[in-house]
């Protein structure tokens, strides 16, 4: 199904030169690297066997979108094929990040419950069919699952990103399931051709990013920074009326640069750290904005601030081209046509989650990203150990972001997961290099590559729970 080779040298010539440069030990930050997808006919896989469970993990409240998740449901999906091939996907839901009207209209638990239905309906929707390609079962299944929980929640404009996400555990199993069956063992070679030049790159670092949610203290924003983080995920949007909300958030930026505005960082090429805003759709106005941009102009903090991501309401079409800062979108770019209507509207960046998304919806936005020459970064939902490798895994690979020499990945998950070290226990590769932050990077070595970052490798606490007694 993927026939189409964008290389425009010979597959022989290409793979001479990365074999003199892999030789030469010249493959690093954005050399070519070989990554020839899998020759031989992809195969027609049929799904014998499905099956769904999940486990609920306590949370360090987090707060944001004027309230806070306390209890993330980490969603699991197995797929069996007839040739007796077992995958098991993971996810963790979110609920309040991909649509707030659903979290608001219910109990905390019971908004999971419901996206974990459409985990579960998706798998039913599998069951006894075929696919070879899981971009084009990722196509057929999500108008379906998109519908299906319109129906569940009774919100007729439930967004496709509570959809994606709830997709996320079928879209991994699938993706490792394709991949064992057609004998690929490396991410690079998982990659359809169509997607690579988006994800061709490789950076030696990752930047870890921690997230800050809203109301944290300077205080412990500086304790981070000392702790060797250089690029802060701050959020804005505060609690009460539009405002209370900027009152507030002008006084969190002013503290913030006092705190750290003078810090110094190799990893940026102006030597300061760069401020990352994330205001979840809380401003209502572009004036608004315009008076905390214009508060970082006037105590000199204007110039630092990389980006502000999701300002407005997805439903708010301000233009934002002309703030003089990057502006990415997050929520709102749903799909990569969502992401085309974003970028139409001045948005110059792109936070990508494949831990949120789907691997395969991410792949199809950080290639229309590439070719429109819009910098894209990975953002969290508060994952776990296995789903930031997944998410490290697209980082690692998207071209350098403006200003900085490293790839971006916002990872908070050891903030806000009472239980962190026990989800560590369950990464099959726990103990290597690249799963721990290290002066604020992770390290993706060529052992990173080679292993795919270990999502590949089966999880046996995950494969536990789909064994028959």
């Not at 929707?125 to 079962?137: E, N, R």
């Not at 800050?212 to 804005?236: M, N, W």
């Amino acid at each position: 199904m993927f026939e189409k080779d964008h290389e425009h040298i010979s597959r022989r010539d290409f793979m001479n030169r990365a074999g003199v440069l892999a030789a030469a030990g010249m493959i690093g930050s954005g050399e070519i690297n070989p990554r020839p997808h899998h020759s031989q006919p992809v195969k027609k896989i049929t799904i014998k066997n499905v099956s769904s469970n999940f486990e609920r993990e306590p949370l360090n409240p987090y707060r944001f979108k004027g309230s806070a998740i306390t209890d993330s449901w980490q969603a699991v999906a197995m797929l069996e094929s007839d040739s007796g091939i077992k995958k098991v996907g993971i996810g963790t839901q979110g609920v309040l990040w991909s649509d707030s009207k659903v979290f608001a209209a219910h109990s905390e638990s019971a908004g999971n419950a419901l996206m974990y239905a459409m985990s579960e309906r998706a798998l039913q929707i599998m069951k006894g069919t075929s696919f070879t390609d899981p971009v084009q079962l990722l196509d057929d299944l999500l108008p379906e699952v998109l519908d299906y929980g319109k129906k569940i929640t009774r919100n007729p404009d439930l967004r496709k990103t509570f959809a994606l996400n709830a997709l996320v555990c079928v879209d991994n199993a699938a993706w490792l399931l394709y991949a064992q069956e057609n004998g690929i063992t490396q991410f690079d070679r998982m990659i359809p051709p169509a997607y690579q030049p988006g994800l061709s790159y490789r950076h030696e670092k990752v930047a870890s990013i921690p997230s800050f949610a809203v109301g944290t203290s300077a205080e412990r924003i500086k304790q981070a920074a000392d702790e060797g983080y250089f690029i802060l995920k701050l959020k804005t949007g505060s609690a009460g009326t539009q405002q209370e909300m900027i009152e507030k958030d002008i006084a969190f930026l002013t503290a913030v640069h006092k705190a750290i505005g003078h810090y110094e960082t190799p990893y940026t090429k102006n030597g300061k750290i760069p401020y990352y805003f994330d205001a979840n759709g809380r401003y209502e106005k572009k004036e608004t904005l315009m008076r905390f941009l214009d508060h970082a102009k006037k105590i000199g903090a204007f110039d630092q601030i990389a980006v502000i991501e999701e300002p407005f309401e997805e439903s708010n079409e301000t233009y934002v081209g002309d703030l003089g800062v990057r502006v990415a979108a997050d929520e709102s770019a749903h799909t990569v046509e969502d992401a085309a209507h974003r970028i139409e509207l001045g948005y110059s960046a792109i936070a990508v989650k494949a831990i949120a998304k789907t691997l395969t919806m991410t792949m199809k936005i950080t290639q229309l990203a590439y070719e429109k020459k819009i910098p894209c970064f990975c953002a969290d939902l508060t994952v776990s150990p296995i789903l930031v490798d997944w998410n490290k895994n697209v980082a690692a690979r998207l071209q350098p972001f403006p200003g900085m020499t490293v790839g971006l990945q916002e990872t908070n998950g050891h903030q806000y997961y009472k239980n962190w070290e026990k989800l560590m226990s369950f990464h099959p590769k726990a103990n290597s290099s690249w799963t721990r932050t290290q002066k604020g990077v992770y390290i993706t070595d060529a052992s990173f590559y080679a292993e795919s970052g270990g999502i590949l490798a089966p999880s046996e606490h995950y494969q536990q729970m789909f064994e028959t007694t």
